[in-house]
């Protein structure tokens, strides 16, 4: 996610007409294209509990502080 929204960035810089995006869009891709076998997104839900209850990824801390323009590091 970080190096999409670093990507977009350059594209804006470079003149490309971003008007803005979908955190979810991004990640439905994913899942598309690993045939909903994989589960992505920033929480996981589990799908064998009847509440569904979720729980944040990383990803989902990393692009909360990101919002707050307090990024924190994640290692790779």
Request: charged letters at 25%; glycine letters at 6%; aromatic letters at 18%.
């Amino acid at each position: 996610m970080k190096n999409y929204i670093r990507s977009t960035l350059t594209a804006l810089r470079n003149g490309a007409n971003v008007k803005g995006y979908f955190t979810w869009c991004f990640m439905d891709v994913f899942e598309y294209l690993a045939g909903f076998m994989s589960r992505y997104g920033l929480y996981r839900v589990d799908f064998e509990d009847e509440a569904l209850p979720r729980q944040a990824r990383l990803s989902a801390r990393w692009y909360s502080q990101f919002l707050k323009n307090e990024e924190i590091q994640i290692r790779e």
